[in-house]
Nanobody
């Protein structure tokens, strides 16, 4: 059974940066075959896709013009990352990672990012 654990969320000031991590356990050597995605969910809103990382490391962003998000993966470490720079109050949300392999999906519990002055 694959388990995903996110970390790195925090309370930060506007303009700050965070690096979120998502570690997969129970995946053995399969991590490199997973499509990894980062989502976020704001209170009372639907979950929205932030970025998707292909097995080859190609990243697609929900808003390619945004420029403040950088998603990446480190397959030997079974870890995906989401760097967020110049954080805005509107970025406050629970950030979750998702792994997909041949139609099977796994989700983490999420990590809270709160941006407030």
């Amino acid at each position: 059974q694959v388990q995903l654990v996110e970390s790195g969320g925090d309370l930060v000031l506007p303009g700050g940066s965070l690096r979120l991590s998502c570690v997969a356990s129970g995946s053995g050597s399969n991590f490199r075959h997973y499509i990894m995605r980062w989502f976020r969910q704001k209170p009372g809103k639907q979950r929205e896709l932030v970025a998707s990382i292909s097995t080859g490391g190609t990243v697609n962003y929900m808003d390619p013009e945004e420029g403040r998000f950088t998603a990446s993966r480190d397959d030997p470490r079974n870890t995906a990352y989401l760097q967020i720079n110049n954080l805005e109050v509107d970025d406050s949300a629970v950030y979750l990672c998702n792994a997909e392999l041949l139609g099977q999906n796994w989700w983490g519990q999420g990590t809270q990012v709160t941006v407030s002055s």
